[in-house]
């Protein structure tokens, strides 16, 4: 749940890597920091998966052109590049 949150999870998967590996060092609970190791591991993984689909996704949409300044100079036009690129906009009436 972490990981989809700002990318803290990728974070924290870096804390339980370095962790895990000082515990595995000093033979603390050896079966629990391998297990935490991997699962620490395995979360930086599909951060970095999710981080290059993100990327992809995002350049394919070609987004990075809303946010230039000299063709869309204020945050209403740049807001309507965006809703334009992924499909439209609200209705004005939704909650």
Known sequence: MLLLVCGIGTLIAIAGIIVGIIAITRRSNKRRAIV????????????????????????SKNLGECFDPSLYPSQEAAQRCVEDKLGGTQPENAI
Do not use: E, F, P, R
């Open 36 to 59: 935490g190791l991997c699962l620490s591991a395995l979360t930086l993984l599909l951060g970095l998966i999710a981080g290059v689909v993100i990327y992809n996704w995002y350049q």
